[in-house]
């Protein structure tokens, strides 16, 4: 189970780890390894905190559900209905869609947006109403549910519904409604003065091989906001312990500690794959699917991997990953700190090898 931080023969491994299993919501295995730091001086703390980037999507998507369940929206309602700027949306053929964008293909990344090129970058935007704005003004590359294309523009689009059906900002949405009901303190945007020397080191290589911090808004500033805008798509900072909440709540069909965040069928509808009847390309792995915010396993042969159909989970850029198994009553978290660029010199991706570490300790 240990992370390698030795050397290999590229350069060094990854810097460290926090690892941490829990199975019935009990803790089987909590252990920090190897360095907080790029110069290797400091041991990684159990409560580092991590830039968690992707691993913000489930909880964005958690946000919607609550206010689906509180019949505030409904899956199948038009965007363009909560965010009139939509409305009268085009191809880039300027053909009119057959049907309008919906919330349901924004939570399962099927509706058609693509803002590559655009002449407006919508992730330089200051705050979710511009990006939204930003975001209609943009022609859609293909019909709404036609392809299944993994791109975070979908989820931002979902914060500035939360922000406007709340009548909240989507920060303190989340800290009212999720954050403080599971006790998440060191979950946020940003990382108040006093704890950022609990930050881990994110890291990147150079072409020749060196580790160096990554070109990353945080790596030489760690605790400012990952955007300038409340990015559901992946702001947050957190700690395995705070993330260990959130899915353990979903294991628990929504529930946590005496409190119902969300009812049993909806958790059920987040995990159940939407994308089935469509070609998903690259984007996901062999022998998954995709849910309202997360992948989900749909054949385990094909996956390659240890695990159970039907568990579901999603990583980070920054080499964070969560899985929760309802079968095995399990959860699972690895959370690293180093943004790869493909090139040999990378350190080699553990997923695999982390779930088949993970499943092999569980029958001993």
Request: net charge neutral.
């Amino acid at each position: 189970m240990d992370a390698d931080t030795r050397p290999g023969p590229h350069g060094p491994g990854h810097l460290g780890a926090v690892v941490l299993l829990a199975r019935d919501g009990c803790a089987l295995h909590h252990r920090a390894h190897g360095h907080r730091d790029l110069p290797r001086r400091e041991p990684m703390p159990l409560d580092a905190i991590f830039r968690i980037y992707s691993m913000t999507k489930p909880i964005a998507s958690v946000a919607v559900l609550m206010l689906m369940e509180e019949g505030a929206l409904a899956l199948d309602d038009p965007v363009e209905r909560h965010l009139p700027e939509f409305a009268g949306q085009r191809l880039r053929d300027g053909a009119k869609p057959r049907r309008p964008v919906t919330l349901r293909q924004l939570l399962t990344h099927t509706s058609g947006f693509d803002t590559a090129g655009a002449e407006v970058d919508p992730q330089a935007a200051a705050d979710l109403a511009t990006f939204a704005r930003r975001v209609a003004a943009v022609p859609l590359a293909v019909e709404p549910g036609s392809r299944f294309r993994y791109d975070g523009i979908n989820t931002d689009v979902l914060c500035r519904v939360v922000e406007v059906l709340s009548g909240r900002s989507f920060a303190r949405f989340l800290r009212e409604r999720i954050f403080e009901p599971l006790g998440m303190g060191d979950t946020g945007f940003t990382v108040p003065a006093a704890q950022r020397h609990r930050i881990a080191d994110i890291t990147s290589v150079a072409d020749d091989g060196r580790r160096l911090l990554a070109n990353a808004r945080s790596a030489e500033a760690p605790g400012i906001a990952l955007r300038g805008y409340d990015s559901g798509a992946g702001g947050l900072y957190s700690t395995a312990a705070d993330y260990l909440r959130f899915a353990q709540m979903l294991l628990d069909e929504g529930w946590w500690r005496g409190q119902q965040l969300l009812s049993p069928r909806t958790v059920a509808l987040l995990r159940m794959n939407q994308v089935g009847h469509l070609d998903v390309g690259n984007d996901l792995g062999p022998g998954e699917g995709f849910g309202l915010g997360v992948s989900t396993v749909v054949d385990v042969a094909r996956r390659g991997r240890l695990g159970s159909e039907g568990a579901f989970g999603w990583p980070g850029a920054a080499t964070t990953y969560f899985t929760v198994d309802p079968r095995e009553r399990l959860v699972a978290l690895l959370l690293m700190q180093h943004l790869p660029r493909g090139l040999p010199a990378d350190p080699p991706r553990p997923t695999a090898a982390f779930h088949n570490l993970v499943y092999q300790a569980l029958e001993r």
